[in-house]
């Protein structure tokens, strides 16, 4: 491997297997001779764990001893995949892993495989979240991750005859050999019940302070698990909140006789660590998702604050050693929680406990779609948490007080910046709280800040129009290019040397002047190559196509979405089939299709869309016609894992969403840092991307974020007038409409592509031709060898300000104030 300077010796070497084969012996209770794969797997981790272990305790020792500030990131996600090459990788102990296990007959890639993925997040915001707890780990900021340790993860997709079905996810099944149970470590945490004023507290209600005599209670256990950073720089603890049951409790009514009662309200409480929420998903059960924000704000805040208080001996210091980022609104009771437990808790004067909240928490927003804005019935806050509800109150109260005392009498503007939303039942507006008890706000892209400051929060920032910044997302290098594509990673290495590794935000650029060098584009091609035969071994595998590695790998992976436009993507490809199928002599490019993602379960758009595609890989595939010259594949259960082997092999990045509704797009870097060129809209990160690599690498198409919306401003945009301007687009619609690829249920698409007639609400129709020519460009650029690896070698050398490095670095210096 690239990543370690040099070769292992022979003492590391052993000393790591005699480490494993103790832990296969005196932890796991095997017998090298007979243990399995799995053992061997769990063994390696453990050994690995120790190591990391030495280092996390010193650090944290150290960071309490320097009296550092700490950084506190809340998310309801963390999607992390697999952590033993990540963690091997960062040790500098991934060869010496390797020739340890190889000494006793076991294969390390083998093993490796057998780690189930920690899929506790659904997408671009817990990938994000795990991205950034190895930057920060390894830019040696102190920092905790808080969320929450699901039985489940993110269901597993199956296709049964072209439809998602989905599976548990049983990611625990084996047990976790990463983290540490903290049975100590546990916090009971409060549901429903009723609020009294405590006696002598005063009749103002900011000044008295209150008890919540709370009906439920469920207890919170931590659970750690160690984050190495770079060349094991520092170590940081994700903790994640596990829910039981209060034993007393549910023994009182067990001894009553009442053992139903007694197993009901023990599985009413473990519920809320049971599974991840579908986050994109509009029909979710709300009581259990308030029920899981809750509990693990109250948990986390109740130990950032116990840590404070124990080495500070106050909470009135607190924006100055604690930085509490919360990822998204999903932590956003946050503000009221943080209030309640210094009002009530902690005796704060209320402004003073105000100051503090508002100096301790920021927030970033990971999107505008309106359907995604979270709300929660007034009602529902009022029976589960009901202290909450009062400060939400107040806060309003105070907040709408305070702009009438600025002479703000404009009542449009004070109800779109109250927390409570009218129109609909009243609501509780999360992201309004989120804005108003933070002092910093942030977008995740250039455009989408811009877009933040125009449209949700425009009325906010004209209040506050300091609070709001950018902070453009980024990704971890260390997995997303060292560990997932060596072949390239060496290459790089060979070429610009091995400081590569440690600072490629400055040093990928020394590649720009090998893109002109005819052997330097051969080695990368032929790197690709090679990670796309390892691909294409895995299509033939899993699903029995067979493609051609030498094909242009088109590939479009990413959460099931029609902002996402799959179905342009889609719609591009039946337009492709019907053009060779009507010239099957003619000179075209081969090109294999390739798809994967999740739908939410209750999204029927979205999964339809997954059959169809379906449908049109099978009708492709099988059609002696087209040669082979297109293939269309869906590889199933899209997670970390897959991503790591699709992302270098692909030559062509889809990342197509109607402009101004991806916030910024993640996996869009992905590819270019491994050399794929994008075709894309100029939305979200992309605009900047764009920026980096420069317009003419890349295949941008299709309105602007200004255009669309002027187009639905204007409320003069007509899909049917369109599609009678384009006979391509007309002839692929009537096919898909006619049942061309669902014999056996022609009418199956009928509303699909009625709906993009009458409605197309995400302008499919009207990027269509657009979209079509900037296809052409690819094929174009694909048969110009020279050219298309030129701009494959500066897409990667362009392409380190999206390091997540980079991103931390901007939230630590300009928001946490920690570097
Ligand atoms: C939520 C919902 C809920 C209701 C139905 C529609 C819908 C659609 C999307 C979402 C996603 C919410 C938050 C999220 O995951 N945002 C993603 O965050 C990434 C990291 O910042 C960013 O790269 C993606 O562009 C953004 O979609």
Redesign the pocket.
């Known amino acids: 491997m690239t990543q370690e300077t040099t070769a292992p010796t022979a003492e590391e070497v052993a000393a790591f297997r005699a480490n494993v084969i103790s832990k296969l012996t005196y932890s796991i209770g095997k017998d090298p001779e007979h243990a399995s794969d799995h053992d061997w797997f769990e063994a390696v981790a453990l050994a690995t764990r120790d190591r990391m272990t030495d280092e996390w305790m010193a650090r944290t020792r150290q960071v309490y001893q320097e009296g550092k500030k700490r950084v506190y990131y809340l998310s309801l996600e963390f999607l992390i995949g697999r952590l033993l090459t990540d963690s091997l990788s960062n040790l500098g102990l991934l060869e010496v892993a390797r020739e340890a296990l190889a000494g006793v007959d076991v294969d390390f890639d083998r093993i490796r495989g057998l780690e189930p993925d920690a899929a506790l997040g659904?997408?671009?915001?817990?990938?994000?979240a795990a991205c950034f707890m190895e930057s920060m780990a390894t830019l040696g900021i102190a920092a905790h991750g808080y969320g929450i340790r699901y039985d489940h993860g993110l269901f597993r997709q199956a296709i049964v005859d072209g439809w998602q079905h989905e599976q548990t996810e049983t990611w625990l099944n084996f047990g976790n050999p990463w983290e540490f149970e903290r049975p100590e470590v546990s916090y009971l945490i409060g549901f429903g019940g009723s609020v009294a004023a405590m006696p002598g507290t005063g009749s103002n209600p900011e000044q008295s302070r209150h008890f919540w005599h709370w009906a439920e209670g469920v207890r919170a256990i931590a659970y750690d698990t160690p984050v190495v950073g770079w060349r094991g720089a520092s170590v940081n603890t994700l903790r994640l909140w596990r829910a039981r049951a209060e034993a007393d409790f549910h023994l009182e009514r067990f001894n009553a006789g009442d053992h139903i009662g007694a197993v009901a309200e023990e599985a009413r409480a473990e519920s809320i660590s049971r599974v991840l929420y579908p986050?994109?998903?509009?029909e979710a059960g709300q009581e259990l998702r308030l029920r899981q924000e809750y509990f693990f704000v109250a948990a986390s805040l109740q130990d950032l604050l116990r840590r404070h208080l124990e080495q500070r001996g106050t909470l009135m210091n607190l924006p100055e050693f604690a930085a509490i980022q919360l990822n998204?609104t999903h932590p956003a009771i946050a503000v009221a929680e943080l209030m309640r437990l210094l009002v009530d808790v902690h005796d704060v004067p209320w402004r003073k406990a105000w100051e503090l909240t508002v100096g301790t928490l920021s927030y970033?927003n990971?999107?505008l779609?309106p359907?995604?804005l979270e709300t929660w019935p007034v009602g529902l806050m009022e029976r589960l948490l009901p202290r909450h509800m009062q400060i939400i109150y107040l806060i309003n109260a105070q907040h709408l007080d305070a702009l009438r005392e600025r002479g703000v009498h404009d009542l449009k503007l004070l109800r779109s910046v109250s927390l409570i939303e009218e129109d609909h039942g009243r609501r509780v507006r999360m992201g309004n709280l989120a804005f108003l008890g933070s002092h910093c706000v942030n977008g995740?892209?250039a455009l989408?800040t811009g877009l933040m400051r125009e449209t949700v929060f425009t009325d906010l920032h004209s209040l506050y129009p300091k609070r709001i910044s950018n902070k453009t997302?980024g990704i971890t290098f260390r997995r997303w290019l060292y560990q997932s594509n060596p072949q390239l990673t060496r290459l790089l290495v060979e070429h610009v040397g091995e400081e590569l590794l440690d600072a490629p935000e400055t040093m990928l650029r020394k590649l720009d002047p090998f893109a002109d060098q005819a052997d330097f584009r051969a080695r990368f091609a032929a790197q690709r190559l090679e990670n796309k035969q390892i691909l294409a071994r895995m299509i033939q595998d899993r699903l029995g196509i067979t493609v051609d590695p030498n094909a242009l790998f088109d590939v479009h992976v990413k959460?099931i979405?029609e902002?996402k436009r799959q179905l342009l993507n889609l719609l591009h490809t039946v337009a492709l089939y019907q053009a060779i199928r009507s010239d099957p002599g003619g000179n075209w490019v081969p090109r294999v299709k390739i798809f994967a993602g999740k739908a939410?379960a209750s999204?029927h758009t979205a999964k339809l869309i997954i059959k169809l595609t379906n449908d049109i890989a099978r009708t492709i595939n099988d059609d002696p016609t087209v040669r082979g010259l297109l293939k269309v594949v869906f590889l199933p259960n899209y997670n970390v894992s897959l991503a790591e082997r699709i992302i270098p092999a692909a030559d062509l990045s889809e990342q197509i969403s109607t402009a101004g509704l991806?916030?910024?797009?993640?996996s869009n870097m992905k590819f270019a840092l491994n050399g794929a060129l994008t075709i894309g809209t100029l939305d979200?990160?992309n605009v900047e991307m764009c920026e980096q690599i420069g317009a003419d690498h890349m295949f941008i198409f299709g309105m602007t974020a200004q255009e669309v919306e002027a187009r639905k401003q204007a409320n003069e945009y007509n899909a049917e007038a369109t599609i009678i301007g384009s006979p391509r687009l007309n002839e692929v619609l009537m096919a898909i409409r006619n049942g061309a690829f669902s014999a056996d249920d022609p009418a199956r698409y009928t509303a699909l592509i009625d709906g993009l007639k009458w409605h197309d609400t995400f302008m499919v129709c009207a990027d269509f031709e657009s979209y079509w020519k900037a296809q052409l460009e690819v094929e174009a650029r694909w048969r110009d060898a020279d050219s298309w690896w030129r701009s494959a070698v500066f897409n990667t050398s362009r392409t380190g300000w999206f390091s997540s490095d980079r991103t931390i670095r901007e939230y630590a210096e300009e928001i946490w104030k920690v570097l």
Do not use: I, K, P
């Not at 659904?122 to 994000?128: A, D, Q, S």
């Not at 986050?279 to 509009?282: C, G, M, Q, R, W």
């Open positions: 659904n997408g671009g915001l817990g990938r994000l986050a994109d998903s509009t998204d970033t990971h999107t779609l359907e995604a995740v892209s989408h997302n959460r979405h902002y939410a999204y991806e916030a910024s797009g993640t979200g990160a």
